[in-house]
């Protein structure tokens, strides 16, 4: 029984949020590693796309609460997603017209495209800011549990109870929909397998008559997807903040660069690699340890590092990756 | 229109920019601007060493110039004494042994054969480094944190005037950087972007939760000053009867001339340092830099150690960082750690450098004015340019409050705007290398 409990006290503390945690990052590292892998540049504006993506989102969620639309149990905003979508498909795509576009023709190195998505980041963070403002929103409506931590109690008549939460379910249903999609497009279309083709060799893709301004075109409205979706799942989950937005990127990044920048399964393992490390450091043990070891009364929480520190968990597995296996766990295109 | 001309005209219009808000709004303001933009130039010399000299891409000037803050603090404020004795060697005996461990598992690594004994012995060395660390530490840092928590908490510092803080400011940045360049240099370009950052981030965690140290979030205020207090100066019969005679009332004439004080110190620093960078890039050492940044491999080939080289200046850049943020610290009197934000103090620096022009030094003090200038006015600015097109709609109205509220966040637009243009049309900057 003790077992058992340590189990579901694992599984709600742990195990359920670091899935749907790393779900989320490895949305957002997806559209990170296809950027790099087709554009060939780290695109710092990554994490305020995403902020842009579910304010459009959330705009579109609070209108259609205002007249009534809803979507009974579940939350409005998946409604409302495909509309944000839309809408940061139209700013990546005008950013990439009117900003990238200049320096792809002149084939500028990688590292002035990176100080470029810099300046693209302060506009996109100066706008989200401009137009929602800077403070936490809310936008998650319906139900809020799929199983509430009572009624798990009453079911099983454990003493430990297990929350299942609706926007946790919804980010684990919508990333394994999505990744399955992303796959098949990559994998199975013929956009897919030129934009593959043009990720692992530009000058051989551009031989067979690949068309790089539409491989480029399609790029960007994938991350878009990606990146709005990655946005409104961590809204939803969590809140909406744009400047946790902006920190998201040190995990992204960790996430790609741990899997292996350019690679799409490394994305979706660095993701998970990050978020499991991130949640398991930083929880406090005490708990599950009391259930395991009953004799052992520990003094502290029993707790690795604070959470204030989950960034150094991310940094630090950053840092071993780069010492040890610079081009990540999965064959990355990076040296 | 020949160079010097061009040069001098540019940094007449900054002067002039100023001036007119000295005569528009008060000197107050445009001596603020003045010793921020001093303090802009030194970190956008900083940024410049390592990007317009080798090539290297440093996004975490705030973590670097946050730690000059904390040598600050370090350095000046006045130890606790009963904090010392309650764990302050406790607190100390555990970083020694945090270090010991990791320097015991760096020479394990390097010393035994690589095989299941050498994970081993590793793994055991970590896990119990760690708990013995942990077991020293945590009960020291709750002893300390517990001595008069409302107006220290803290260790103290060790009671020496702020000005030595500043040295001590670019030699704690200097140390970070070499942990950082020790592991992201000689990888790709797009690696040491993304260490930086995260250092960056970390360090500022550390400063806002390890309370013991600079009091976290609760803030350090009233820090020692090199320059007199104003009220000092307007208790002072001479000092008041000089600013009479002036014809300025004793007041503003004190905190002008306190500010004008700092503005004195800061010049120095500059006028030192650019010096410094200025005979840097005239050596062979800066031909090395520049040759190193345009052709690593050709660089190599003619024997030079590009990665040293690089780790070399990054830590020299990183370190006039601090200098910088030491600076900064000792001129607000206070640490905040809250008020580090890495779009105002990292990307902001991005921006002077690449609008001065990056690889001049004299672009990177130009940027570090012009920019701060700019981003201290874009605010006035922008609030009046919102006045004037919201001046048509109905007073009450839900877009017109919008509007009028939303003016504060211009400043990250204009900014990024700006280094977008620049980038676009004038990628050399204004003021371009030789």
Request: charged share 10%; aromatic share 10%; glycine share 10%.
């Amino acid at each position: 029984m003790d077992f058992l409990n340590a189990f579901v006290a694992l599984s709600n503390f742990v195990l359920i949020p670091a899935i749907a945690y790393g779900s989320q990052l490895a949305l957002g590292a997806l559209g990170v590693t296809l950027i790099y892998g087709i554009l060939r540049f780290s695109n710092f504006a990554h994490g305020d796309t995403m902020a842009f993506g579910a304010m459009v989102t959330i705009l579109i969620t609070w209108w259609m609460q205002s007249v009534g639309i809803s979507l009974g149990p579940l939350p409005t905003a998946l409604l409302a997603l495909p509309f944000g979508i839309l809408g940061c498909m139209a700013l990546l795509l005008f950013t990439d017209r009117v900003v990238y576009k200049f320096y792809r023709v002149q084939k500028a190195k990688p590292v002035i495209l990176v100080i470029v998505s810099m300046g693209v980041m302060f506009i996109m963070n100066g706008l989200v800011r401009f137009v929602i403002g800077p403070d936490d929103q809310r936008f998650a409506d319906g139900e809020r549990f799929i199983i509430s931590a009572r009624t798990f109690r009453e079911m099983t008549g454990l003493s430990e109870g297990l929350a299942f939460r609706t926007s946790q379910g919804i980010t684990i249903v919508t990333a394994v929909v999505v990744v399955a999609a992303l796959f098949w497009f990559l994998n199975k279309t013929r956009t897919g397998k030129s934009m593959r083709a043009y990720s692992d060799n530009e000058d051989l893709a551009l031989l067979s008559g690949i068309n790089p301004e539409r491989v480029v075109m399609y790029t960007w409205m994938l991350v878009a997807g990606l990146a709005t979706i990655a946005g409104v799942l961590y809204g939803l989950d969590k809140s909406f903040k744009p400047f946790t937005y902006f920190q998201l990127l040190l995990p992204i990044f960790a996430a790609a660069i741990v899997g292996g920048l350019g690679n799409p399964v490394g994305a979706i393992a660095g993701g998970f690699v990050i978020a499991f490390s991130e949640v398991m450091i930083t929880y406090a043990w005490k708990k599950v340890a009391g259930y395991l070891i009953p004799a052992w009364e520990p003094e502290g929480l029993v707790q690795l590092l604070s959470t204030d520190y989950k960034f150094a968990v991310s940094f630090v597995i950053l840092l071993i990756v780069l010492l040890f296996k610079p081009t990540g766990l999965f064959k990355g295109k990076a040296v | 229109m020949n160079e010097t001309l061009k040069n001098t005209g540019l940094f007449a219009i900054v002067g002039v920019l100023i001036l007119i808000t000295g005569f528009s709004q008060s000197w107050n303001s445009a001596l603020l601007i003045v010793n921020m933009g001093l303090i802009s130039a030194i970190m956008a010399l900083g940024v410049n060493l390592q990007w317009g000299f080798a090539g290297l891409f440093n996004v975490g000037v705030m973590g670097f110039v946050a730690l000059g803050g904390l040598a600050a603090v370090l350095v000046s404020t006045a130890p606790v004494g009963e904090a010392w004795q309650a764990g302050g060697v406790g607190i100390l005996t555990a970083l020694v042994m945090g270090a010991a461990t990791i320097t015991a598992t760096v020479l394990v690594y390097s010393k035994m054969p690589a095989g299941r004994l050498r994970t081993v012995v590793i793994l055991a060395l970590l896990i119990g480094g760690f708990f013995l660390y942990r077991s020293i530490f945590d009960p020291s840092v709750a002893a300390v944190e517990a001595i008069n928590p409302a107006q220290a908490g803290n260790i103290g510092g060790l009671n020496l005037p702020i000005l030595v803080a500043w040295p001590v400011g670019g030699l704690l940045a200097a140390g970070a950087a070499w942990v950082i360049g020790k592991t992201a240099l000689g990888l790709r370009s797009d690696y040491l972007a993304i260490a930086t950052l995260g250092i960056a981030e970390i360090i500022i965690a550390i400063l806002k939760n390890e309370d013991w140290l600079a009091r976290g979030v609760k803030n350090v205020i009233g820090l020692p000053r090199p320059v007199p207090y104003e009220v000092d100066l307007q208790n002072d019969p001479g000092f008041v009867e000089s600013a009479t005679n002036l014809g300025i009332d004793p007041v503003t004439a004190s905190s002008l001339y306190v500010k004008l004080g700092y503005s004195l110190l800061f010049t120095a620093v500059l006028v030192i340092l650019l010096v410094m960078v200025q005979m840097a890039l005239k050596s062979p050492w800066g031909r090395m830099m520049r040759a190193i940044r345009d052709n690593e491999v050709a660089a190599e080939a003619m024997g030079k150690d590009v990665t040293a080289r690089h780790l070399q200046v990054f830590i020299l850049g990183s370190a006039i960082c601090g200098l910088a943020g030491a600076m900064m610290t000792t001129l607000d009197g206070q640490l905040t750690p809250g008020t580090y934000q890495p779009l105002r103090f990292t990307f902001l620096v991005w921006v002077m450098v690449i609008v001065g022009g990056s690889g001049n030094n004299f672009g990177a003090v130009l940027g570090g004015f012009l920019i701060w200038f700019l981003w201290v006015q874009v605010e006035p600015i922008g609030l009046f340019l919102m006045e004037t097109i919201t001046a048509g709609m109905a007073d009450g109205s839900w877009l017109k409050e919008h509007l009028l509220d939303s003016a504060a966040h211009m400043r990250l637009l204009t900014m990024g705007l700006i280094l977008l243009l620049v980038l676009r049309f004038s990628p050399r900057g204004l003021i371009p290398e030789k």
